[in-house]
């Protein structure tokens, strides 16, 4: 005699909850495949990518959350609080690329131009008071 479920709203049967912990199982096993394999090799941890696919494909369930729990490197959140403004980082400036060399030879350049500037006023001072 089938077993009737009696309460409040839609019940599942026993015969249905191992179809439904396959079918879970089965699209967590197709999601892992695919993020494993479009991944970069650079943004894999612990293992290779060649590993971690047979890991999953021979313990499934167990791979798969180990997968998504150890093996895949995940983006930094940026931590943005609009609530405190002033906790907010501030921003970063910009990174100067060019070597100390060519800092120094930036320096001088400028510095030498300065010269320059300063004689040509001196030059035209000259000429006015001059004439």
């Known amino acids: 005699m089938p077993r009737v479920w009696r309460g409040c709203g839609p019940r599942l049967y026993d015969a249905d909850m191992p179809f439904l912990i396959a079918a879970v199982n089965l699209a967590l096993l197709i ?3 695919v993020d494993i394999i479009r991944r970069d090799d650079a943004s894999i941890r612990f293992m290779p990518k060649m590993v971690w696919l047979i890991v999953v494909i021979l313990l499934p369930f ?19 609080s609009t609530r405190y403004p002033e906790r907010m980082a501030p921003p970063r400036r910009p990174v100067d690329t060019r070597t100390t060399e060519q800092q120094l030879a930036d320096l001088e350049r400028e510095e030498h131009e300065a010269r320059l500037r300063e004689e040509i006023a001196r ?9």
Request: glycine residues 12%; positive net charge.
């Open 62 to 80: 167990i791979g798969s959350l180990l997968w998504w729990i150890l093996g895949r490197e995940y983006a930094p959140r940026p931590v943005r």
């Open 31 to 33: 999601a892992t495949l």
């Open 123 to 131: 030059r035209k001072r000259q000429r006015e008071g001059g004439e």
